[in-house]
C-alpha cells in the first residue's frame, strides 16, 4: 500500500519538526525528520530538501495503533450536564 502525503515545496511559516523528503544527488534520496529554525533546515543528512509534511498531518497520514492497551481513567465524578465543570478552575 502506498500513501500519498500532501508535500509542500515552498519553506514552512512555522518553526518546528516535519518529516521530510531530501535529495541526496542525482538518483538517491532520503526520508527524514528535520527541524525548521525558521530560516533554514536542520539537518543530520546533508542534502537538498525537496518537500516536507508537518507532523500532525504525517501522523493523520498513518494508522497507528497505539503500543499497548488504552487504559480508561475515570476520577469517579459524573459529568455535569451543562459542562460548566469544564470551564471552572480547581
Known sequence: MSIELNWQKKLPSLVGLYFVAIKLGPVAGVYDFAQWNGTEWELQTEGEVMG?????????????????????VNSGQKPSKDNSELWSEY
Open 52 to 72: 516536507y509534511v508537518d507532523i500532525q498531518e504525517f501522523k493523520n497520514s498513518l494508522d497507528i495503533k497505539w503500543p499497548g492497551e488504552l487504559v480508561r
